[in-house]
């Protein structure tokens, strides 16, 4: 139990649409991180948040958004699906962008058709 | 570039058997290592990490060590459990700001 929470657990969209994801971090953690795990692949990051500021970015185009808030919640916005962006979304909260110790949600799991 | 291999799975073992699983990254100074499970259903959880060379990093009889001169970090235990069967990731930092991680290695545990 890592005190990390993410909703809703499955979701199932068409392509075209958008989709937003939370997640609610440990209570004291400015930093939130977001990654995509393709079925049989390993985390690729998304981006980062700190303080309500995006503090790093992976190679995702700008379809992926995000937002963090004061109360340690966040969230992931993708606009415009395609059917790769099927995946299961995992959000790490952590208490300073630098900190090694990195507490993962459960994950969302998407479907894209 | 800066990437985390490892062996590739299913790894299937009996129970009391020794586990290997190999792990080896590249990159530009020394960064620090990781071990993730993520057991079905679930998401990842910090198995263990060394954040500098020739340090042991432990766990639930799990162990891995950081080796600077061939840049592996191979997870090795014992003698596994049916309770063990997961999917094991090596991961390394980004500099402090996130994680690299391999592509993950499935072990199953038969009893």
């Known amino acids: 139990e890592t005190g990390v929470t993410q909703s809703p657990t499955h979701l199932i969209k068409t392509r075209g649409q958008q989709v937003t994801l939370r997640c609610s971090s440990q209570?004291?953690?400015?930093?939130v991180s977001w990654y995509q795990q393709a079925l049989g692949q390993g985390p690729q990051f998304i981006f980062q948040?700190?303080?309500?500021?995006?503090?790093g970015r992976g190679n995702f185009p700008p379809r992926f958004s995000g937002l963090q808030f004061p109360n340690y919640s966040s969230e992931l916005n993708v606009n415009a699906l395609e059917l790769d962006d099927s995946a299961l979304y995992l959000c790490a909260s952590s208490q300073d962008w630098s900190s090694y110790e990195q507490y993962f949600g459960p994950g969302t799991r998407l479907t894209v058709t | 570039g800066n990437s985390v291999t490892q062996m590739e799975g299913p790894v299937t073992l009996s129970e009391e058997a020794f586990l290997t699983i190999n792990c080896t990254y590249t990159a530009t100074g020394y960064p620090s290592l990781f071990w993730y499970v993520q057991y079905p259903g679930e998401g990842l959880q910090l198995l263990l990490k060394a954040t500098k060379a020739d340090d042991k990093g432990s766990n639930k009889g799990f162990e891995a060590t950081y080796r600077k001169e061939t840049t592996s970090f191979h997870l090795e235990k014992g003698s596994v459990q049916v309770s063990d069967s997961a999917v094991y990731f090596c991961?390394?930092?980004?500099?402090?700001?996130?994680?690299?991680f391999g592509p993950g290695t499935r072990l199953s545990v038969l009893p």
């Open positions: 209570s004291g953690h400015n930093t």
């Open positions: 948040y700190y303080r309500e500021e995006e503090n």
């Open positions: 991961a390394r930092d980004n500099y402090g700001q996130n994680f690299v």
